[in-house]
C-alpha cells in the first residue's frame, strides 16, 4: 500500500507541477500580451501626437498662406478703387466740359440763328415762329 500511495503522490505532485507550469505559462502570456498591448498604445498615441503635430502646422502654413494671399488682395482692391476712383474724376471733368463746350456751341448757334433771323425779317420781312427765338 505504501507504494501505491508513493505512487498517488507523484501523481498528485505531477498534476500539481503541470498545474503550476500552465498557470505560470498563463501568467507569462498574459503578461506578455499586456506589454505587447501597452506598446501598441505607445505606438498609436505616438502615431496621433505626431499627426497632430502635421496638421498643427499645416494649418499654421495655411493661415500664413491666407493670410498674405488676402493682404495682397487687399492691396491689389486698394490699387484698382483709387484707380477707378480717379478714372471717375476724369470721366466727370471730361464729361463737365463736353457738357460745357455743347452748350457754349448750343449759344453761339442760337445767337447767329436770331441774327439770321432778325436779317431776314429785315430783309423780307420773314419771321421764325418758334418760342425761343
Do not use: C, P
Not at 35 to 51: G, M, V
Not at 54 to 64: E, R, Y
Not at 92 to 121: C, M, P, T, V
Amino acid at each position: 500500500m505504501a507504494g501505491i500511495r508513493l505512487w498517488g503522490d507523484i501523481k498528485i505532485v505531477k498534476i500539481d507541477i503541470n498545474n503550476a507550469l500552465t498557470i505560470i505559462l498563463g501568467l507569462l502570456t498574459l503578461t506578455g500580451a499586456i506589454y505587447r498591448l501597452s506598446q501598441i498604445e505607445a505606438n498609436i498615441n505616438a502615431k496621433i501626437s505626431k499627426s497632430e503635430n502635421h496638421l498643427l502646422t499645416a494649418i499654421d502654413n495655411l493661415k500664413d498662406t491666407l493670410t498674405d494671399k488676402l493682404y495682397t488682395t487687399e492691396k491689389k482692391l486698394d490699387v484698382h478703387l483709387t484707380e477707378y476712383s480717379e478714372k471717375k474724376i476724369f470721366a466727370e471733368y471730361r464729361f463737365n466740359s463736353i457738357d460745357k463746350a455743347i452748350e457754349h456751341k448750343f449759344n453761339r448757334l442760337a445767337n447767329w440763328i436770331k441774327q439770321i433771323g432778325a436779317h431776314l425779317y429785315r430783309q423780307s420781312g420773314f419771321e421764325i415762329h418758334d418760342d425761343q427765338f
